[in-house]
């Protein structure tokens, strides 16, 4: 342990032990993953960043060894704890200047946003000198004043290469091009089972894989045209899942965006018109509909059906506003003979 921390303190880190852990110290080969508890303070006590709290839901830190992560002083400080240990890591600004930029990643996935929201093309100290505003007024005066921070870290799981599966974005083109079937294949799996959420999800993981490959090749270009002949049928089963959960805008915009670049595509249509016919888009639903059969005659019963069930709810609408329009002016009807009746009654009583 003393020899750690000569090491890191020649680095510029201080640790301190908190709580010692168990076992051996890990040899942490590129591919673990570390999943961890972590608060960030100034020198001065105060806290930017605690992943135990409410704010952060308690979540954990994950990081897969040798990804190259946007913070490299996380993984040295980590490789120097036993599973279970809780240190504390005081960090020259050498080591922390892209801090502000890790943890507006980290508070935009919390909040549902793209991680990468409001952060330039441009290498992360190219960002630093730019001066703009991360969105959080802590983090732009530490990005304006780079400073020491502290680091307190809770080591909870050490896990080898190959005892864990990869979340899509740890993992490399070639394996994402290799999870994509099987990821395909859970989300067909789920949806046999009724399990919507869990298949549109699968659906949606497959399609980012492909779509993250795809960003570094130029639009149609060979590469490209594959990858999106891959992603096509993907989308349109997650198109399914929304369908079948009433999302319906959500299959509108998807199967547009596939009609845009490929207009024979029946099952888009199909879906799009379903989809139209169910927020009352009965001009444009008849459209599509007529598309797909024009482009497939077997399916004209289909068509059919779906056309009598649409034709069906309108007229149950038309019925439901005619019953409420008569009810209303019925209503009214019998307030003006009251109001009239009331009148003549105080006439005749003068």
Same mark, same amino acid.
């Given at each position: 342990?003393?020899?750690?921390?000569v090491?890191? &303190?020649?680095?510029? $880190?201080?640790?301190?032990?908190?709580?010692?852990?168990?076992?051996?110290?890990?040899?942490?080969?590129?591919?673990?993953?570390?999943?961890?508890?972590?608060? %960030?303070?100034?020198?001065?006590?105060?806290?930017?960043?605690?992943?135990?709290?409410v704010?952060?839901? !308690?979540?954990?830190?994950?990081?897969?060894?040798?990804?190259?992560?946007?913070?490299?002083?996380?993984?040295?400080? @980590?490789?120097?704890?036993?599973?279970g240990? $809780?240190?504390e890591?005081?960090?020259?600004?050498?080591? %922390?200047?892209?801090?502000?930029?890790? &943890?507006?990643? *980290?508070?935009?996935?919390?909040?549902?946003?793209?991680?990468?929201?409001?952060?330039?093309?441009?290498?992360? $100290?190219?960002?630093?000198?730019?001066?703009?505003?991360?969105?959080?007024?802590?983090?732009?005066?530490?990005?304006?004043?780079?400073?020491?921070?502290?680091?307190? *870290?809770?080591?909870?799981?050490?896990?080898?290469?190959?005892s864990?599966?990869l979340?899509?974005w740890?993992?490399?083109?070639?394996?994402k +091009?290799?999870?994509?079937?099987q990821i395909?294949?859970?989300?067909?799996?789920?949806?046999?089972?009724g399990?919507?959420?869990?298949?549109?999800? !699968?659906?949606?993981?497959?399609?980012?894989? +492909?779509?993250n490959?795809q960003?570094?090749?130029?639009?149609?270009?060979?590469?490209?045209?594959?990858?999106?002949?891959?992603? %096509?049928?993907? *989308?349109?089963n997650y198109?399914?899942?929304? *369908?079948?959960?009433?999302?319906?805008?959500?299959?509108l915009?998807?199967?547009?965006?596939?009609? &845009?670049?490929?207009?024979? !595509?029946?099952?888009?249509?199909f879906?799009?018109?379903?989809?139209?016919?169910? =927020?009352? !888009?009965?001009?444009?639903?008849?459209?599509?509909?007529?598309? =797909? =059969?024009?482009?497939?005659p077997?399916?004209?019963?289909s @068509?059919?059906?779906?056309?009598?069930?649409?034709?069906?709810? $309108?007229?149950?609408?038309?019925?439901?506003?005619?019953?409420?329009?008569?009810?209303?002016?019925?209503?009214?009807?019998?307030?003006?003979s009251?109001?009239?009746?009331? &009148?003549?009654?105080? %006439?005749?009583?003068?």
């Open positions: 342990m003393e020899e750690i921390a090491g890191l &303190s020649a680095e510029g $880190i201080q640790k301190k032990v908190i709580s010692s852990g168990r076992g051996e110290l890990s040899s942490f080969i590129d591919g673990t993953k570390v999943k961890f508890h972590y608060r %960030t303070s100034l020198c001065d006590g105060t806290v930017l960043d605690d992943s135990r709290t704010e952060c839901q !308690n979540k954990p830190m994950e990081l897969i060894m040798g990804k190259k992560f946007k913070l490299p002083v996380w993984e040295r400080i @980590v490789t120097t704890m036993r599973e240990e $809780i240190a890591f005081t960090c020259d600004a050498k080591h %922390t200047a892209l801090y502000p930029l890790v &943890s507006q990643s *980290l508070r935009n996935i919390r909040a549902g946003k793209d991680p990468l929201e409001g952060q330039r093309h441009c290498c992360g $100290i190219a960002q630093i000198h730019s001066h703009h505003s991360t969105g959080h007024h802590d983090l732009d005066q530490l990005q304006a004043n780079p400073q020491p921070l502290v680091f307190t *870290l809770e080591l909870l799981q050490i896990l080898t290469p190959g864990f599966q979340d899509t740890a993992m490399s083109d070639e394996e +091009l290799d999870a994509v079937p395909h294949e859970q989300g067909n799996a789920l949806f046999k089972q399990d919507l959420v869990g298949a549109a999800e !699968n659906y949606y993981n497959a399609i980012a894989c +492909l779509k490959l960003m570094k090749e130029r639009p149609g270009d060979e590469s490209w045209i594959r990858l999106d002949t891959m992603i %096509t049928p993907l *989308l349109l198109c399914q899942c929304k *369908l079948m959960q009433r999302q319906y805008y959500e299959v915009d998807h199967c547009s965006s596939i009609l &845009s670049k490929y207009d024979d !595509n029946v099952k888009a249509y879906k799009r018109g379903k989809a139209h016919a169910a =927020v009352w !888009n009965e001009k444009e639903a008849r459209a599509d509909f007529a598309r =797909v =059969v024009e482009l497939d077997s399916l004209g019963q @068509v059919a059906r779906e056309l009598r069930a649409m034709e069906e709810r $309108i007229r149950e609408k038309q019925k439901e506003e005619k019953g409420r329009y008569k009810n209303l002016f019925g209503a009214s009807a019998t307030a003006t009251v109001r009239q009746s009331q &009148s003549v009654l105080s %006439t005749t009583n003068r």
